[in-house]
């Protein structure tokens, strides 16, 4: 098995390489980017039908929040491909090109512009919903990333409960759109 300062060391060669080949063209690809398919042990005690492990995790080195995981290292890297593909889309629509492959990719937070017009409101929903002293929520933050359920059902019945509105509708769960709804609610007591 190899020890982790080799792993590193091929991480870094495989960046490189792919780092001096990218001054050949301008518009890059998938395989223009220096990409690690690993094995990966999958005995979660969070498993089950919605957080279904992997046996495979296909990820561009030096770029940490793009990968695709798969059953077989064919399927990561479909889902890899997706992934990248859907990245490249969102970059070209905020006028931003791709990085240059091989080159180490910051983490990047989503925009919080429509949860931080209601900052009283998601402080308190914080706290009484999510039932937490504090937490990181930006306008892609859904539901979902709070819970392992199968379903949104609790925080959909605490929100109810504590609000008095029914955000049921909401399938993706989305905090920015369920801000809105119960903001909405509070000047529009009627509706």
């Known amino acids: 098995m190899a020890r982790k300062w080799q792993i590193e060391l091929t991480r870094t060669v495989k960046a490189i390489w792919k780092y001096l080949l990218s001054y050949r063209k301008k518009d890059w690809e998938l395989s223009d980017y220096p990409i690690e398919v690993r094995w990966q042990k999958g005995d979660s005690p969070l498993r089950n039908e919605r957080w279904k492990e992997h046996v495979f995790w296909a990820s561009i080195i030096r770029w940490h929040v793009i990968g695709g995981s798969g059953d077989s290292s064919a399927e990561a890297m479909a889902e890899l491909e997706k992934n990248f593909a859907a990245v490249r889309v969102r970059r070209s629509e905020e006028g931003k090109g791709l990085p240059r492959p091989g080159t180490s990719v910051p983490i990047e937070f989503a925009p919080q512009n429509r949860v931080d017009a209601h900052p009283e409101l998601l402080d308190d929903f914080v706290r009484r919903v999510l039932q937490l002293d504090w937490a990181l929520i930006t306008d892609e933050s859904c539901l979902w990333h709070f819970h392992t359920d199968d379903s949104n059902d609790l925080y959909v019945g605490r929100i109810r409960a504590v609000y008095g509105v029914n955000v049921a509708d ?14 909405a609610s509070v000047e529009n007591p009627s509706h």
């Open 170 to 183: 909401i399938e993706s769960g989305n905090i920015a759109e369920i801000l809105n709804r119960i903001a």
